[in-house]
């Protein structure tokens, strides 16, 4: 007689071997389509598992995350962004009814319920089925929640200036200023380093004059015209002090100073 053939399971005598929905099947009649979860089933998730860990540290290595400069709390032009996997609710909070004396609703109450939902999709479609189309409450619950984190995480990243972030960011190489240069005294003088730090490092009120990559006579038209943000006008001084100015920030325009 073949292995489980003619064999009923009981796994208590106090059930009757008639109510079959109590019997366990014998999965010895369908071969192939069972197999031994030691080592059969657990080597095949072992394996599936080497796969993803080899590719996420390939991808580690290949393309490793971005480093910014030390954070500054005192940096209010400085406009942080969560990681791309968060984009979505950080483009959410952007809306009116999220936000401002909304934020407990954007913070609280639609997260709870969107993940609320998920949870009780089970027990919201109860079908048999598994095909899409046997399953509308829970499959239309899941597509509305693909399509809006999709979408959402659109917006945030159309609408983020990446360039501006990544000088936002940069990462500056500190150099010894020479505070015993002409030209630093003159750079004190007409109020530069209100906005440009006293180490040429750059606060909220203007960036950076380590490593622009500007020679003496940009600079000097800068300061006389001004530049994005920057009016014209902020230089007062003799034409000798000017030239003598854009000389000591043209030294440290390289990346490392002089």
Not at 16 to 26: C, L, W
Not at 66 to 89: C, V
Not at 117 to 126: E, H, I, V, Y
Not at 208 to 237: H, R, S, Y
């Amino acid at each position: 007689m073949h292995r489980g053939k003619g064999m009923k399971f009981v796994g208590d005598s106090r059930v009757p071997a008639t109510r079959e929905k109590f019997i366990p099947k014998d999965y010895s009649e369908y071969p192939g389509k069972t197999e031994p979860f030691w080592p059969n089933f657990l080597l095949k998730e072992w394996l599936v598992g080497a796969v993803f860990l080899i590719g996420f540290l390939t991808l580690t290595i290949v393309a490793p995350s971005p480093l910014e400069k030390e954070a500054d709390p005192t940096d209010a032009a400085y406009i942080p962004l969560p990681d791309w996997y968060f984009l979505f609710l950080y483009q959410f909070l952007k809306y009116d009814f999220a936000s401002g004396d909304y934020v407990v609703i954007g913070t609280v109450v639609i997260p709870g319920l969107a993940f609320g939902a998920l949870l009780l999709a089970p027990f919201l479609d109860k079908g048999k089925g598994r095909r899409p189309h046997q399953r509308p409450i829970a499959v239309s619950m899941m597509l509305i929640g693909v399509i809006s984190i999709i979408w959402l995480t659109y917006e945030a990243v159309a609408h983020v200036n990446w360039e501006e972030r990544a000088e936002m960011g940069k990462i500056v190489e500190e150099v010894e200023i020479d505070q015993t240069d002409p030209g630093y005294e003159i750079y004190s003088n007409q109020s530069c380093i209100n906005c440009h730090g006293g180490n040429l490092e750059g606060s909220p009120a203007g960036p950076t004059l380590v490593g622009t990559g500007l020679t003496a006579d940009e600079i000097a038209d800068i300061a006389v015209n001004g530049v994005g943000g920057m009016p014209a006008g902020q230089f007062n001084g003799s034409d000798e002090e000017l030239q003598q100015l854009a000389e000591f920030i043209a030294s440290y325009s390289e990346e490392g100073g002089h």
